[in-house]
Each structure stands twice: as structure tokens, then as C-alpha cells.
């Protein structure tokens, strides 16, 4: 049963990010170019490969015995090198070591920002769920016999 929940959520992890790369791609290259950039199947394709490779790296994150700030560190250099073999492989643009230090300082950016925007909002989940406890003595049952005996 636990395998499968992690497959669902690697599988709907994979759908968001390939409709987020997609629609990021799109709004940047019809904002660049004056006619519709239509994609292929294969790139399609390949930007549902790179979602799932994307969705797998998010396992680092289910290793508790490393320390949280260990995990994200190891997510992103997995993350960056994907992006970075994904950039050399597909574009003789980006396939110099200046493009490719480029790409892992814009994405260190983005990294950056998106994990500041996590750690905010798990912060204040996890400190609302805190509010949200009531206080519940541990010894009641033992102190409520102790009462009636006395």
C-alpha cells in the first residue's frame, strides 16, 4: 500500500511539473517570438521524461535519517544535474561550460526562491497545527484512579 502511494504521488508530481514546464515554455516562447511555437511529440515526449526524472529526485525528501538542509542540498545538485545534461544533450546553444554555469546559477536562483517559499509555508502549517492541539494530559487515567482512592 505504501509503494503505491508513492507511485501516485510521483505520477501526479509528474503531471504538474510537465504542465508547468509547458506552459512556462509556451508563455516564454510567445512572448519571444511573434508566431505560435508548436511542440513535437518527441519533445513533448521528452518533457514528460524529464517531469517524472524530476518527480524522482523529490525521494531525497522522504530520507528522514539526513538532515533536512543535507536532503535539499541533494536535491538540488540531483536537480541541477539533470537540467544541466538535459541542456547539453538537447541544445548546442547551452553546451558550453558558460552556458551550463549559467543555467545552474539561474537555477540556483529559482531553487533558492521556491525552497524560501516551502520552508514559509511549512513553518506556518506546522505552527498553526500546533495551535490547533489541545493539551492533553498523558497521566489522566493514572492521576483520576489516584483521585478516587483517596
Known amino acids: 500500500m505504501k509503494e503505491l502511494k508513492r507511485i501516485k504521488s510521483i505520477l501526479s508530481q509528474t503531471s504538474i ?4 514546464i509547458v506552459v512556462f515554455f509556451y508563455l516564454i516562447a510567445n512572448s519571444m517570438i511573434s508566431t505560435t511555437l508548436v511542440l513535437e511529440m518527441s519533445g513533448m515526449f521528452m518533457i514528460l521524461i524529464f517531469s517524472f526524472i524530476l518527480a524522482l ?26 537540467v544541466i ?13 558558460k552556458g551550463a554555469l549559467i543555467i545552474a546559477f ?7 526562491i521556491g525552497g524560501a517559499v516551502t520552508f514559509l509555508i511549512t513553518s506556518k502549517l506546522s505552527r498553526e497545527k500546533g495551535k490547533d492541539d ?7 487515567a493514572i492521576t483520576s ?3 478516587k482512592h483517596k
Not at 511539473?17 to 508547468?20: A, G, N, V, W
Not at 539561474?106 to 533558492?112: E, G
Open 17 to 20: 511539473f510537465f504542465t508547468l
Open 106 to 112: 539561474a537555477l540556483a536562483i529559482i531553487y533558492a
Open 57 to 82: 529526485c523529490n525521494l531525497v525528501f522522504l530520507i528522514k535519517k539526513i538532515p533536512a538542509a543535507l536532503r535539499a542540498l541533494f536535491h538540488y545538485i540531483i536537480v541541477a544535474a539533470v
Open 85 to 97: 545534461i538535459t541542456f547539453f544533450y538537447f541544445s548546442t546553444d547551452t553546451a558550453t561550460v
Open 134 to 140: 489541545e493539551y492533553k494530559p498523558q497521566f489522566s
Open 145 to 147: 484512579k489516584n483521585s
